[in-house]
């Protein structure tokens, strides 16, 4: 009896042993590949995450820029993804200060190339600004974020849409522009010694107004002053395609009473439009136009005997910043000495921005000192370069006065301003 009580009680055999050591074993290398294939998972997967953290924070750091600010200096290097290769580019790029997520510099041009360590992986970051419609109504921001890691290449990107706020901010397609402008009378370019005739403000030479024009305007103008009720006031006439390649005219006759001139000196300024994004452009006439008045003949004819003239014209600054928009960093102050004006009187002083032309009225501290002021807060946008600002001055017009002709202009330009640098 007790014999066989204990071989009932006998353990595990050697073979037993084995066999369940063997099992343990495969078991544990089983459970050992798998926990390393979730913590290799677990690891690309926070590389991806962080991958998409910087991309948010790239095309965040875009979207807080104001939309005229948007744009480039230099597009990314490398193959540049489909429907993105019309850069918005920045009116100034002079000595810019590049803005990127991933460095403590700060500045209003964003970096398109940079990259970000995190977690001891490099990710390269590209952006891209471009535009998205033929139009230029629109901005396209596009972020693509590439890194390596133990798995291999990889690459996340994000993407969003501007429209412009307001047809003011489409500064990125070209406004037209002339190549060529002159005025003729009877035929002959103007001059001082081939004015143009008046006999009670009507003109008695014809006067062709001719332009070459690029950019696709669909139609041009010619500006200047004319005489209506007691003051000077700005006037168009059209211009017509002239069977040239870009070329556009018209001819005010001998006898036209469409407009009334006062004598004096004018910059006539020629304007282009493209109504299929706004755009316009102009030009002052380099010569200037020469009125003089006549008897009735025209025989007699002389210039007016009370003409108002422009000098010690100063812009300060005169080498303005504007920033990489092309907006001013502070305002401008316009000063100029006239001489046979009267504070009633006008001085205007015109410029040329990305939008168009623009103008901005000189008040008078005396009958001799105007100034006035183009202000940083109006938002004109003006192009890196040199540009002139062009100053004209009208006397109130008072038929019954003594000489009639009173109501004389002027014109005189400034210095060329050289706009550029960065805001300090």
């Given amino acids: 009896m007790d014999r066989g009580l204990g071989e009932g009680c006998e353990g595990f055999t050697l073979l037993e042993l084995m066999v369940a050591l063997a099992i343990s074993t495969i078991v544990l290398v089983a459970l050992g590949s798998t926990l390393g294939a979730a913590l290799k998972v677990a690891g690309l997967q926070k590389t991806r995450t962080q991958g998409n953290e910087v991309a948010t924070q790239a095309i965040e750091d875009l979207q807080q820029l104001d939309y005229d600010h948007l744009g480039v200096c230099a597009p990314p290097t490398g193959t540049t993804p489909a429907g993105l290769g019309d850069p918005?580019?920045?009116?100034?790029?002079?000595?810019?200060?590049?803005?990127?997520?991933?460095?403590?510099?700060?500045?209003?041009?964003?970096?398109?190339?940079?990259?970000?360590v995190r977690l001891g992986i490099s990710y390269q970051v590209r952006r891209y600004i471009a535009w998205g419609d033929s139009a230029h109504t629109a901005k396209r921001l596009a972020v693509l974020v590439d890194w390596t890691d133990q798995a291999g290449?990889?690459?996340?990107?994000?993407?969003?849409?501007?429209?412009?706020?307001?047809?003011?901010?489409?500064?990125?397609?070209?406004?037209?522009?002339?190549?060529?402008?002159?005025?003729?009378v009877n035929g002959v370019a103007a001059s001082t010694t081939n004015p143009v005739k008046l006999v009670g403000g009507v003109?008695?030479?014809?006067?062709?107004?001719?332009?070459?024009?690029?950019?696709?305007?669909?139609?041009?103008?010619?500006?200047?002053?004319?005489?209506?009720?007691?003051?000077?006031v700005a006037a168009t006439l059209q211009l017509t395609p002239s069977g040239i390649p870009g070329g556009w005219s018209a001819t005010l006759p001998a006898g036209s009473s469409q407009f009334s001139f006062g004598a004096g000196t004018q910059y006539l300024?020629?304007?282009?439009?493209?109504?299929?994004?706004?755009?316009?452009?102009?030009?002052?006439?380099?010569?200037?136009?020469?009125?003089v008045a006549c008897q009735p003949g025209p025989s007699n004819c002389a210039a007016s005997p009370n003409p108002p003239s422009l000098s010690g014209i100063t812009v300060t600054p005169s080498s303005p910043h504007i920033d990489s928009a092309g907006l001013l960093c502070g305002n401008l102050t316009v000063t100029a000495t006239?001489?046979?004006?009267?504070?009633?009187?006008?001085?205007?002083?015109?410029?040329?921005?990305?939008?168009?032309?623009?103008?901005v009225a000189l008040t008078a501290t005396s009958a001799s000192t105007w100034s006035g002021v183009i202000p940083a807060s109006a938002g004109y946008h003006f192009a890196a370069g040199s540009q002139p600002i062009y100053l004209s001055a009208a006397q109130a017009y008072t038929p019954t006065a003594s000489p009639p002709e009173f109501g004389s202009t002027a014109a005189a330009a400034s210095g060329a301003l050289t706009f550029g640098g960065a805001c300090p």
């Fill in 88 to 116: 918005v580019y920045l009116a100034n790029c002079t000595s810019p200060t590049y803005a990127q997520p991933c460095a403590a510099t700060t500045g209003q041009v964003p970096a398109t190339s940079y990259s970000c």
């Fill in 153 to 184: 290449t990889h690459q996340v990107t994000q993407q969003s849409s501007l429209r412009s706020p307001d047809q003011g901010s489409v500064v990125g397609l070209a406004p037209p522009s002339f190549s060529t402008t002159s005025v003729l």
């Fill in 203 to 232: 003109v008695q030479t014809p006067i062709t107004f001719q332009a070459t024009a690029n950019g696709i305007p669909d139609s041009t103008f010619v500006s200047f002053l004319t005489l209506s009720g007691t003051s000077p």
């Fill in 269 to 291: 300024t020629f304007v282009a439009v493209r109504s299929a994004d706004g755009k316009v452009n102009s030009q002052p006439n380099a010569q200037l136009v020469t009125f």
């Fill in 338 to 359: 006239a001489t046979n004006l009267t504070t009633s009187d006008s001085v205007t002083a015109s410029f040329q921005t990305l939008a168009g032309p623009y103008s």
